[in-house]
């Protein structure tokens, strides 16, 4: 059994028992509740935005555990680390949800989403202006129950995995994923897989250089090799195994967006590298 038939077998076993105590129609309820009060941003057009500028859009991650590397650092406050984030000048927060082997779960995600939101006064203004970034929810998502959770909670935007999802699956959850007002950013790391993910619907679609079946291996040349099976008005991301500016220069000029979570939270102080990144210049533009 692979990794990640393992973690599908995993998620699929927690969604079984979390129906049970919570009908699904009730958290879908909940979720459309959270939607109607969400409002802006789009995580998309969070990226979009950054990419029009001619920058890199960063979107920096808030995990405790990684399956290859183990625990990563003691995250006591995750709201505390994403407004660091948010202050370094990250596009958008993805936050973990898994809890066996990142160590995440929905009360991290509960906790950073009004980390990010704040109010700005002006001198002359009687109403102050909001300024938020958008939260994407990671997951192995095996199921539409765990987007209605994710929307409940109020997250921007789902991780969708197309290896861990079959063509059916794959496109109820970018249905309800949308229907929920959330962004879902479909990726891959299998050809494929990624040819499915760039068909699914989805506005943005991520390579995953990490190969989630045996999580030691780490392909760099993936995106490279899948980049130009992107569509014109979809946006790329560049997922895992980025770690310095020297890696965001290297990627592909098709790459909008990069996610990256080991090497901030390891990090004494994220904020030199995020705002390093978020000056990386690829050489096309959105504008």
């Given at each position: 059994?692979?990794f990640?038939e393992?973690?599908v077998r995993e998620?699929?076993?927690?969604?079984?028992?979390?129906?049970?105590w919570?009908p699904?129609?009730?958290?879908?309820?909940?979720?459309?509740?959270?939607?109607?009060?969400?409002?802006?941003?789009r995580?998309v057009?969070?990226?979009?935005?950054?990419?029009?500028s001619?920058r890199l859009a960063?979107?920096?991650?808030?995990k405790?555990?990684?399956?290859t590397?183990?625990?990563?650092?003691e995250i006591q406050?995750p709201a505390?680390l994403?407004?660091r984030?948010?202050?370094?000048?990250?596009?958008?927060?993805?936050v973990?949800?898994e809890?066996?082997?990142?160590?995440?779960s929905?009360?991290d995600?509960?906790?950073v989403?009004?980390?990010?939101?704040?109010q700005?006064?002006h001198r002359d203004?009687?109403?102050p202006?909001?300024?938020e970034?958008?939260v994407?929810?990671?997951?192995?998502?095996v199921d539409?129950?765990q987007i209605a959770?994710?929307g409940?909670?109020?997250?921007?935007?789902v991780?969708?995995?197309a290896?861990a999802l079959d063509?059916a699956?794959l496109?109820?959850?970018?249905e309800?994923?949308l229907?929920l007002?959330?962004d879902p950013?479909?990726?891959?790391?299998?050809?494929e897989?990624?040819a499915?993910?760039v068909?699914?619907?989805a506005a943005?679609?991520g390579?995953n250089?990490r190969?989630?079946?045996?999580?030691?291996?780490?392909?760099h040349?993936?995106v490279?090799d899948l980049?130009?099976?992107?569509?014109?008005?979809q946006?790329?991301?560049a997922e895992?195994?980025i770690?310095?500016?020297?890696?965001?220069r290297?990627?592909?000029?098709r790459v909008?967006?990069?996610?990256?979570?080991?090497?901030?939270v390891?990090?004494?102080d994220?904020?030199?590298?995020i705002?390093a990144?978020?000056?990386v210049?690829?050489?096309?533009?959105?504008?």
């Amino acid at each position: 059994m692979s990794f990640l038939e393992r973690l599908v077998r995993e998620r699929r076993a927690d969604v079984a028992a979390a129906r049970a105590w919570h009908p699904f129609e009730q958290v879908k309820h909940a979720a459309l509740r959270a939607a109607m009060g969400r409002g802006a941003p789009r995580f998309v057009d969070a990226l979009r935005e950054r990419r029009a500028s001619g920058r890199l859009a960063v979107i920096a991650e808030v995990k405790r555990t990684s399956p290859t590397l183990g625990r990563l650092g003691e995250i006591q406050d995750p709201a505390a680390l994403a407004q660091r984030y948010q202050e370094a000048g990250a596009a958008a927060i993805s936050v973990l949800v898994e809890p066996r082997h990142w160590g995440g779960s929905i009360a991290d995600l509960r906790a950073v989403i009004p980390a990010v939101r704040r109010q700005v006064f002006h001198r002359d203004d009687q109403l102050p202006d909001v300024t938020e970034l958008p939260v994407l929810a990671k997951d192995v998502i095996v199921d539409e129950y765990q987007i209605a959770e994710i929307g409940a909670a109020g997250a921007h935007a789902v991780l969708l995995i197309a290896e861990a999802l079959d063509d059916a699956t794959l496109a109820r959850c970018v249905e309800l994923t949308l229907e929920l007002g959330m962004d879902p950013l479909v990726e891959a790391h299998e050809p494929e897989a990624f040819a499915r993910a760039v068909r699914s619907g989805a506005a943005a679609v991520g390579v995953n250089a990490r190969d989630l079946r045996e999580p030691a291996r780490l392909d760099h040349r993936r995106v490279h090799d899948l980049a130009a099976e992107v569509f014109t008005d979809q946006l790329l991301v560049a997922e895992s195994g980025i770690t310095s500016v020297e890696d965001a220069r290297a990627l592909p000029p098709r790459v909008d967006a990069v996610l990256v979570g080991t090497a901030l939270v390891r990090a004494s102080d994220p904020a030199p590298l995020i705002r390093a990144l978020a000056e990386v210049r690829p050489a096309r533009s959105l504008a």
